[in-house]
C-alpha cells in the first residue's frame, strides 16, 4: 500500500532498490526502542514494511503544534528538538531527542492536534508510521498489535506518573512560595 502524505516527501521504503539493507537498518534502529520492546525480528520487519522515511534539513519542522496527529516518528540519524509556545506567545524547549528516539507515538492513537512543534537542529533522517497502515497491520495481525499497544500503553502510564510527580514537587514549591510570601506580608504588616 502506497500512501502519500501531506508534503509529499515521504517515501515508502517498499519501492527502493536497496528495501533489504533499509528494512534492516530500520529493524536495528527498532530493537532498541521501548515501543517495540519484545518483538520478533519478523514483527519488526513488518513495521519497517510500513513505514516511510525523510530527510529533514537543519531547521526544518517536522510537525507543528496544533497541526492533526498523523502517526509517530523514530530518528535514524539527527537531532531534532521539541518546542512549545507558551502563554505570552514565547517558545520553549522541552526536549532535545537524538538518534533512535521516538516522538509523536499518541498519534497512532488518535488524531488530536499536536501539542508541541519538532523541528530538525542538524539533518535528520526520521522514519515515519502512519496510522493507515498501522490499522491495516492491527487487522492482519492482532497479535502483533496487542503487544505494541500494551507497550505504548506502559510507557504512557510511565509518562504519566512521572508528569504526575513533578505536578506535585511544583504545586508544593507553590504553596510554599505562597506562605512565605504571607509571611512576609504579615511581617511587613506587623512592623507599620
Known sequence: METEYYDGIWDSIVGQ??????????????????????????????????????????????????????????????????????????????????NGTFFGDVGLLDNAPRT????????????????????????SDPKLASKVIFVLAKVLASRLRFTNQELQKAQFENDRLRNLTQKTDKQSGDQN
Not at 23 to 34: A, P, S
Not at 120 to 135: D, K, T, V, W, Y
Open 116 to 139: 508541541a512543534t519538532v523541528t530538525a537542529i542538524r539533518s535528520s533522517r526520521i522514519i515515519g508510521f502512519f496510522r493507515p497502515e498501522l490499522l491495516t497491520l492491527i487487522e
Open 17 to 98: 532498490t536497496d528495501r533489504k539493507q533499509v528494512e534492516r537498518d530500520i529493524v536495528d534502529v527498532l530493537k532498541r526502542i521501548q515501543i517495540f520492546d519484545g518483538l520478533s525480528n519478523r514483527e519488526l520487519r513488518n513495521f519497517a514494511r510500513i513505514s516511510y522515511q525523510r530527510i529533514y534539513a537543519e531547521n526544518e519542522t517536522i510537525v507543528i503544534e496544533g497541526q492533526d496527529s498523523a502517526g509517530m516518528y523514530v530518528i535514524l540519524d539527527g537531532t531534532v528538538k521539541v518546542t512549545r509556545k507558551v502563554e505570552d506567545g514565547t517558545t520553549i524547549t522541552l526536549k532535545t531527542l537524538e
